[in-house]
């Protein structure tokens, strides 16, 4: 056996050497002028591009064999400046065909090359002829047949110019390596390249490379990586009239807000937008996608359904999704009405630039929504935005234990917002409602609202200004919490001058509740507010400042006949103060008429100083103080002692 490779590798080890001798000897009769002329015509032939070389060439039999190109220029025949250039361009050579005196490049090397692409008006770019002729090169039979199924970049640079839609891009310290072995139909161009100061790492493989270069249909499988983005593309692409794609497409996001400012695009608001995954039937033709059996995730909130996006000069975005929960608080958590303390609106300057970036219209239903405090249950509502301007929509919604529905429109005009709101409330909580709409927490119950408001401010605190618009309220089997008017009704019914020191505790509960309010430039005016409660009324005129958030306001609270032994008694009140603790107190003259001591001796005093004086008086031995004129009323003081009101009545 051993006898039989010794005599085996002995014609083996003749065979190298004549290898060896061959190739010394062709390094020495090379003719390198024919050699430097082969790869040029062979480049030329494969790319369609000229070679010019400005710089000097190195050529290498033994130990390697290749042809390298310092300082070179490839340049379309037409073109004047070259589409590409080269510090040094190597052409490794086949070492079989290089011994029987034949030049045949195996792959090509580009160390520090500068691309320039342009694409024009038409669609078409400086690179359009390259394409072709190597489409050509690889048909079967074709007469230039490419010799060469590689080229790898090193440390490129490529600029890329679209004239049409203004867009200029820049990618750098390119690594890449562009392959179609002959033996096979498929290409594949793996590596990495740097943009806009990321790292991608990228794939590409086609399944039929000349198709793919023809413009017919192929398999294509893509893959880019980068720290901002994930993007994934499998299926098939056709390039007859214009770009068609069909395929699985996966994205992936750690922070869709950075993903797209890294891709030039003003991201919306100011929260939310972080974690994003997407997956989905991707059909793209030209610069349309439509999307089916879709899957999206962001901040938590997973939804299935349909999408499509243009962007045909300006973005477009359309939607229809179903979801389980889904929550908007982060969406809207720096947008706040009131500022700090809650005891003003925010004036803070509306951020209205995301309405003008992108169109939208989006159509979701979700079995529940979480809008910061409040809980919806099933909701379909829409969205549309168009020009700056943005209509939200409820179809229904279940939302404090009722139904709402309506309609919220945002029109832009430089920086201010012009606001229009229409909703109902049928059936709702009022309690829930009131405090979480508008700040009131003393109303419980339950009823119908019904709001149609208008506005136009820079900030919350310009559209409280602005507020124009009617709100219609109707209530039943709840109560207002903060006085009990049939109590004191009471108490004051039968000592007049008691004080009011217990007025602004317990409640008062009602059986129907009906309110009507009309605004006008910030002022909320009353015209019928009327409660009905089981042993008394309350009804109220006046206005409320929308801007101070501040009631001036007059009533009357009437004790029922059955609860005061089948004679009815009125007592006048006021109402004055912030809405959140509004200061709570019976008209104090009233009091003093209805006291059997007093109001003789008011009646007596004809002077009207003498009379405010002794009124002053009794005031303050009721501890019943009005408001001072446009201030807010101070706390009434301790009512009086037993004996003071013995005194006084």
């Not at 007469?143 to 004239?163: A, M």
């Not at 390119?174 to 392959?179: M, N, P, R, V």
Request: charged fraction near 20%; hydrophobic fraction near 40%; aromatic fraction near 6%.
């Amino acid at each position: 056996m051993a006898q039989g490779m010794k005599r085996l590798g002995m014609p083996i080890a003749a065979l190298l050497g004549l290898a060896l001798i061959g190739l010394i000897g062709t390094s020495w009769f090379l003719n390198r002028d024919a050699l430097q002329r082969a790869v040029e015509a062979q480049i030329r032939a494969v790319t369609g591009l000229e070679l010019v070389v400005n710089g000097h060439i190195d050529v290498s039999v033994f130990p390697g064999s290749y042809v390298s190109f310092h300082n070179v220029g490839l340049k379309g025949a037409a073109t004047i400046d070259p589409a590409l250039q080269v510090d040094v361009l190597t052409a490794n050579l086949r070492l079989l065909p290089l011994l029987l005196r034949r030049f045949e490049i195996a792959d090509v090397m580009m160390l520090r090359p500068h691309i320039q692409v342009v694409r024009d008006g038409n669609g078409e770019s400086n690179w359009t002829p390259f394409v072709e002729t190597i489409a050509k090169a690889m048909k079967p039979g074709a007469e230039n047949q490419v010799s060469f199924s590689e080229i790898r970049i090193q440390d490129g640079e490529l600029n890329y110019e679209d004239e049409t839609n203004h867009v200029s891009e820049k990618l750098g310290d390119i690594d890449l390596s562009l392959a179609w072995p002959s033996i096979s139909r498929s290409f594949a161009a793996t590596g990495q390249f740097d943009w806009r100061g990321e790292r991608i790492d990228g794939s590409v493989s086609a399944g039929d490379f000349l198709a793919l270069l023809s413009g017919e249909r192929s398999g294509l499988k893509a893959r880019l990586v980068s720290a901002p983005l994930k993007v994934a593309f499998d299926g098939t692409v056709a390039n007859r009239t214009s770009l068609m794609m069909e395929g699985v497409s996966t994205i992936d996001s750690p922070s869709l807000r950075n993903a797209l400012r890294w891709m030039g695009q003003a991201p919306p608001g100011s929260g939310g937008f972080g974690r994003f995954a997407l997956k989905a039937r991707a059909n793209v033709v030209g610069g349309s996608v439509a999307l089916t059996n879709v899957n999206v995730e962001l901040d938590g909130n997973v939804a299935e359904g349909v999408m499509t996006y243009a962007n045909n000069g300006r973005q477009t975005l359309q939607a229809t999704l179903a979801a389980g929960n889904l929550d908007f608080t982060p969406y809207i958590s720096t947008f706040r009405l009131l500022a700090s303390g809650q005891r003003d609106w925010n004036r803070q300057l509306f951020d209205l630039s995301s309405l003008s970036t992108t169109d939208l219209d989006m159509r979701l239903s979700a079995a529940r929504v979480t809008i910061g405090p409040t809980k919806l249950g099933r909701t379909a509502f829409g969205a549309n935005l168009r020009g700056g301007a943005l209509a939200l929509s409820i179809g229904e919604a279940q939302v404090y234990g009722g139904i709402a529905k309506g309609s919220f429109g945002v029109a832009r005009s430089d920086a201010v917002a012009d606001i229009k709101a229409q909703f109902q409330f049928i059936d709702v909580d009022l309690q829930a409602c009131a405090g979480e709409l508008f700040g009131i927490t003393k109303l419980s119950g339950r009823g119908n609202l019904n709001v149609s408001l208008m506005a136009s401010g820079s900030s919350p605190f310009g559209l409280a200004q602005s507020l124009d618009g009617t709100a219609t309220l109707t209530g039943h089997d709840g109560a207002i919490a903060g006085f009990n008017v049939e109590q004191l009704l009471k108490r004051l019914e039968k000592r007049p001058l008691s004080g009011g020191g217990n007025f602004r505790s317990g409640s008062t509960p009602y059986d129907n509740l009906n309110l009507s309010v009309k605004f006008s430039d910030g002022v909320a005016t009353a015209e019928d507010i009327r409660v009905e409660g089981p042993a008394a009324k309350i009804t109220l005129t006046g206005t409320a400042s929308v801007p101070s958030r501040e009631y001036d306001m007059k009533g009357v609270a009437s004790l029922t006949g059955s609860a005061s032994g089948g004679k009815d008694f009125d007592l006048p009140f006021v109402v004055q103060g912030p809405w959140d603790d509004p200061l709570i107190f019976p008209d104090p003259e009233s009091l003093i008429r209805r006291a059997p001591a007093a109001a003789p001796l008011l009646d007596a005093v004809k002077d009207r100083k003498t009379r405010d004086a002794v009124k002053s008086v009794i005031e303050r031995l009721t501890g019943v103080r009005p408001a001072a004129p446009d201030a807010a009323a101070p706390a009434p003081t301790s009512a009086p002692s037993a004996a003071e009101t013995s005194k006084s009545n």
